[in-house]
């Protein structure tokens, strides 16, 4: 049977799920077509929104702007599928060394995001530490399984779901239009996440894919009220579950798990922390990264009936809200996107 949508969007991760939902509220007939591939980036990711990043400490591009931004599109779509999506959960770091305390002190009078905590002596109970604790603040948590779920479930009870691989052969271009197997749309719109390295529109975009491992633990007896770092981050998951992690490989043979993050993740808890753990599950995806650490938004140069959200890097949760409803803003009224997020910016490259 033929179908006709507005819009078809490849990928349903953080930037497909709110591509689709900002597409689909002015009341755009949307389908999204995902893979469900069990350790995707946003499924494996902490979910953290951190302001500052760094040994340096700096604000993170637009954090300003898109922080409080994304807050709200949590709490929104939260809302929508009766989930609570976001919570305010700061960081509380570690200091592993001399420098890296002298560093947090050096930045502390000027950046308002920096904080020294009021009870640091409290962690004494969870925690062997040999310098102090600095504290970031507003840190936020997001629950990114519950935001795909709720989200795949909205889309399914609305027939606007296909659980599929998609195949870039059967996509036929036509003048103003797309066709893909029996479904003829406006435009499509690529999210697909590290797929976009080898996707046959969007390959040449400086891609420079990232891997990053996880270990998910039961810690009975840890607060969930904060996130510690010390190196490794420990971020509170469900119930005495914890995520920790992370990892930043540039070369990798392959995406799997490996024994070493393990044995690492290991050693250090016994180090660090004073309650006993257990751990559950260990994952590793590959991060949408680039080069100029700038997300890749808009319409392909040349084929103006293809767009992509990607290239969210390490900071997906933050980005992928903004910059989805500008996309569709652009789309529907032909607002600009931020030039250093415009694809636009490729021209070149993707008119080879
Ligand atoms: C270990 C780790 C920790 C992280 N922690 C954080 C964090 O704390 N905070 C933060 O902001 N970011 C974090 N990130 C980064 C964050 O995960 C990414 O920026 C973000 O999730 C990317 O989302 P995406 O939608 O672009 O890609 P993805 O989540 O990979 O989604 C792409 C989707 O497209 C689908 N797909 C791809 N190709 C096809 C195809 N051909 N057919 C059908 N479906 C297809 C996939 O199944 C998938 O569902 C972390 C990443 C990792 C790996």
């Known amino acids: 049977m033929e179908q006709q949508v507005d819009y078809i969007i490849v990928g349903q991760g953080i930037c497909g799920t709110f591509l689709s939902y900002y597409l689909d509220k002015p009341g755009k007939k949307i389908l999204v077509i995902d893979a469900n591939q069990p350790h995707t980036s946003t499924k494996v990711a902490s979910g953290v929104i951190n302001p500052v990043t760094g040994r340096r400490i700096v604000r993170t591009w637009m954090i300003e702007e898109v922080m ?10 939260g809302r929508e599928t009766d989930k609570q999506l976001v919570r305010q959960c700061n960081i509380l770091d570690f200091h592993p060394t001399a420098q890296m305390q002298l560093a947090f002190d050096e930045r502390l ?18 925690f062997n530490y040999p310098f102090a604790i600095g504290e970031t603040n507003p840190c936020w948590l997001i629950d990114l399984h519950s935001l795909l779920d709720g989200w795949c479930n909205r889309l399914r009870e609305r027939n606007c779901l ?16 797309v066709r893909y197997q029996n479904i003829t749309a406006e435009k499509i719109f690529f999210c697909d996440g590290a797929g976009g ?5 969007f390959h ?13 633990a039961k810690i009975p007896g840890l607060p969930n009220s904060n996130i510690f770092k010390q190196g490794l981050s420990i971020v509170p998951w469900k119930d005495d579950r914890f995520w920790i992690g992370s990892t930043y490989e540039w070369n990798f043979a392959d995406a799997n798990p490996s024994e070493g993050f393990r044995t690492k993740v290991e050693t250090q808890l016994r180090q660090w922390l004073k309650l006993p753990f257990e751990i559950v599950d260990h994952w590793a995806s590959v991060r949408p990264a680039n080069i100029e ?18 290239g969210m890097g390490t900071k997906g949760c933050s980005l992928a809200p903004f910059f989805a409803y500008q996309l569709s803003h652009h789309i529907i009224h032909g607002s600009p996107i931020h030039p250093n997020a415009d694809v636009k910016r490729f021209s070149g490259i993707l008119s080879k």
């Open 109 to 126: 009078p000027t950046e308002d995001y920096l904080r020294i905590p009021e009870s640091a002596d409290y962690w004494r109970t969870y």
């Open 204 to 216: 040449l975009l400086p891609f420079a894919l990232n891997k990053g491992e996880a270990i998910l």
């Open 293 to 310: 650490r700038r997300p890749f938004v808009g319409l392909h140069p040349v084929h103006h009936t293809i767009g992509i959200l990607n």
């Open 162 to 177: 296909l659980e599929q691989q998609f195949d870039h052969k059967q996509l036929v271009l036509e003048k103003s239009k």
């Open 68 to 77: 409080p931004f994304a807050v709200e599109a949590y709490t929104q779509l």
């Open 197 to 201: 390295a080898t996707n046959p529109f």
